[in-house]
């Protein structure tokens, strides 16, 4: 479900940038670091947004690359646990102890 709604909230942001984008084609000059030229708006409004939405994909990987790593080294250390010898693991022991009667507070009387 929550991808369904991932998507439409995509799909709604990809209508508002069009949307947005048709309305702005007039050329501007765009300044780079060796040169200048001029551009449509609406290819620079796309252009970023594409740009934009490669940066966020990319970085998505790659958390999940990461993730996938941290899950298989966890699900390694648990077979290794599992495998373990019983007799290397301690077992504890509850037994019911009587719990101390709490002291009364002292207090001091007043000297005479």
Avoid: Y
């Amino acid at each position: 479900m929550k991808a369904q709604w991932t998507f439409i909230l995509i799909l709604v942001f990809a209508l508002i940038t069009a949307i947005f984008a048709v309305f702005n084609v007039a050329p501007v000059k765009v300044h780079l670091i060796f040169t200048e030229t001029e551009l449509p708006l609406i290819l620079i409004i796309l252009g970023s947004t594409l740009l934009g939405g490669l940066i966020v994909g990319l970085s998505g990987v790659t958390r999940q690359f990461k993730l996938k790593k941290t899950i298989k080294q966890l699900e390694k250390q648990l077979a290794e646990l599992q495998q373990a010898p019983a007799a290397t693991v301690t077992p504890v022991i509850l037994t019911e102890q009587p719990v101390p009667a709490r002291a009364e507070p002292e207090t001091k009387q007043p000297l005479d």
